[in-house]
């Protein structure tokens, strides 16, 4: 490489995209091409970004293999920022691969822990675990060793396991003070926030609702109580856990008869609140029953659904009733919970990270947006939709520190 391109490189591995600008944004060779990209990208404009890097891949020539892998590991980092999670795994995967046989270890590795944030994002925790198992941060630079210690306090938040997660997050601080990249140790400081931010509200009965954060819902888990959880959509205590995440009336039912708990809840009740009957004639009776021995069945390992003179109740074999529920309660609270990362989300993206149609998260899109909670960003294919900036989970660019032509 010539002076310019080694000192613009240098610029952006430390985070500075400004005084890597100021050595090649006249020049469109494909180098600077590709260094002009990522410097976009850390400066926020990312749809400039991905126009330039895949220039620059395009003008690399057949025999510098290297330099067109490290382009579609940049390219995909900012598809992963646009949220746009329908971009080909396999273009990464082949690049990975490039890079691996020529030697390039560490823009490999990055490619690595840019599939493991895909799947987190998409909820593949057990996929994020096994890729992440196969690599050795103590031989990384200290930025990638800061991502991959996010990576595993990102599973262990999502497993509840908030010891790990604090953990992997002071490891990562160190290794970020370490890079000594602003982007980097902000993210670090975006996860610490998450960790300590409400994740869930508790409603029990005889006692005020209140706000949960991951360690005091990972304590409740242990306790011993049998937590109706509308987060996940499943019943629990301890390790035993029934799973109502596609059978929508069961857990409507679970819910009702978890909140009303040790009371019981009428027939006509039930019947009002599960299926929005104005009033239970005995179509709905019949149905609730059905609906009822279905739920009996499933929850035999935990509790009973006992019939009683007014109507049925929950009786759990062991310790009391929980009913955990999201910290803001919405009919799309699961539309808000992606967006809660600060991201701007196509709502292509949102449908396969949800495993929803398209046309369902519009719908809640549209919803969300006359409540004022989320708002669009650009026209046509181009529209982004975003929340407020909150804590979270984020995807920083933090783009190959060892760049193209080098």
């Known amino acids: 490489m010539d002076s310019l391109i080694t000192a613009a490189a240098r610029a952006l591995a430390a985070g500075d995209p400004f005084g890597a600008l100021n050595r090649v944004a006249l020049r469109s060779d494909a180098p600077a091409l590709a260094l002009r990209g990522i410097a976009m990208a850390q400066l926020g404009d990312l749809v400039r970004a991905k126009a330039l890097v895949r220039s620059a891949a395009q003008a690399f020539g ?142 029990q009965k005889e006692q005020a609702e209140r706000l949960l954060a991951l360690d005091e819902v990972e304590a409740l888990f242990a306790s011993g109580s049998l937590v109706v959880d509308a987060c996940r959509h499943a019943l629990r205590e301890g390790a035993v856990v029934v799973s109502l995440a596609g059978r929508p009336v069961l857990f409507a039912l679970a819910r009702v008869l978890g909140e009303a708990w040790p009371a019981d809840v009428s027939r006509d009740a039930l019947a009002a609140r599960v299926f929005r009957a104005r009033q239970a004639d005995e179509s709905y009776r019949a149905r609730l029953r059905v609906e009822l021995g279905r739920l009996r069945r499933l929850l035999r390992p935990l509790a009973e659904v006992r019939a009683t003179s007014q109507g049925f109740a929950l009786v759990p074999h062991h310790g009391p009733v929980a009913v955990l529920e999201r910290p803001v309660e919405s009919a799309h609270g699961a539309v808000l919970a992606l967006l809660s990362d600060g991201e701007a989300w196509a709502s292509s993206a949102l449908a396969l990270a949800l495993d929803a149609s398209q046309r369902s998260v519009q719908r809640a899109l549209d919803a969300l947006a006359a409540d004022g909670l989320v708002q669009p960003l650009g026209q046509g294919r181009a529209r982004r939709w975003m929340s407020r900036p909150v804590a979270g989970f984020a995807t920083t660019l933090l783009l190959p520190a060892a760049l193209p032509g080098d």
């Open 62 to 203: 057949a025999r510098e293999a290297v330099a067109r892998a490290r382009c579609v590991v940049a390219e995909a980092e900012i598809a992963l920022a646009l949220r746009d999670l329908a971009w080909p795994a396999r273009r990464l995967d082949a690049a990975r691969a490039t890079l691996e046989v020529h030697g390039d270890q560490v823009n490999a590795a990055h490619a690595r822990y840019l599939e493991i944030r895909h799947c987190l994002l998409v909820g593949r925790l057990g996929e994020a675990a096994r890729l992440l198992d196969g690599l050795q941060p103590g031989l990384l630079p200290p930025a990638l060793r800061a991502v991959h210690e996010l990576a595993v306090a990102g599973i262990a938040m999502r497993r509840l396991d908030t010891q790990a997660a604090r953990a992997a997050l002071g490891f990562a601080a160190q290794a970020a003070d370490s890079a000594g990249i602003a982007a980097l140790a902000a993210e670090v400081e975006r996860a610490v926030d998450a960790l300590h931010a409400p994740a869930a509200r508790l409603l």
